[in-house]
T-cell receptor, first 110, second 114 residues
Framework: EDQVTQSPEALRLQEGESSSLNCSYT??????LFWYRQDPGKGPEFLFT???AGEEKEKERLKATLTKKESFLHITAPKPEDSATYLC???????????FGPGTRLSVLP | DSGVTQTPKHLITATGQRVTLRCSPR?????VYWYQQSLDQGLQFLIQ???????AKGNILERFSAQQFPDLHSELNLSSLELGDSALYFC?????????????FGPGTRLTVL
């Protein structure tokens, strides 16, 4: 059974203090790993898709990386508007299932 | 704005009742996915439809059913509601058949069962 865990559960950063969020996964043949951002009471917003180990993608202050067992979301010099829950999800080779992790709740203080 | 619309935004009902949630996918997307998000369970995949046909099933209860119509909009029907069904229900859409295409989520329907 596909499984996704994320750490830490919650993270508080000062504005400008860079850090990384972790997503560890167990999947029967990874087809894709996805990062989403979710604001309270709203739908998840797509950020990145990673398909193979070694792949990296960047968007503004965010950079996602992928290894065979985990993915990292690096946040460089975060701003208060980066505060949100960051969700990781995996799709397996069967393409039939999309499993989300529990998320990391990020708070960036001014 | 993802381009996915959901109605209603909020729904308050009583135990034992039946409700219908509606979703319109992004223009051109053929797949629709339904998810349930509660505080203790996180985001749980319920079911996927592709071009009117059921494509994949997740943790969907027998009391719940869904369908996708010829115009590609989808409805999620929840019956014999229980207190534990209170949650946010999200619809997402993607262009392809498989879940390894990125999915775009709607704003959700908040269901409260009293």
């Amino acid at each position: 059974e596909d499984q996704v865990t994320q750490s830490p559960e919650a993270l508080r950063l000062q504005e400008g203090e860079s850090s990384s969020l972790n997503c560890s996964y167990t999947v029967s043949g990874l087809r894709g790993l996805f990062w989403y951002r979710q604001d309270p009471g709203k739908g998840p917003e797509f950020l990145f898709t990673l398909y193979s180990a070694g792949e990296e993608k960047e968007k503004e202050r965010l950079k996602a990386t992928l290894t065979k067992k985990e993915s990292f979301l690096h946040i460089t010099a975060p701003k208060p508007e980066d505060s949100a829950t960051y969700l990781c999800a995996v799709a397996d080779n069967y393409g039939q299932n999309f499993v989300f992790g529990p998320g990391t709740r990020l708070s960036v203080l001014p | 704005d993802s381009g996915v619309t959901q109605t209603p935004k909020h729904l308050i009902t009583a135990t034992g009742q039946r409700v219908t949630l509606r979703c319109s996918p992004r223009s051109g997307d053929l797949s629709v996915y339904w998810y349930q998000q509660s505080l203790d369970q996180g985001l749980q995949f319920l079911i996927q439809y592709y071009n009117g046909e059921e494509r994949a099933k997740g943790n969907i209860l027998e009391r719940f059913s869904a369908q996708q119509f010829p115009d590609l909009h989808s409805e999620l029907n929840l019956s014999s509601l229980e207190l534990g069904d209170s949650a946010l229900y999200f619809c997402a859409s993607s262009p392809g058949t498989s879940s390894y295409n990125e999915q775009f989520f709607g704003p959700g329907t908040r269901l409260t069962v009293l």
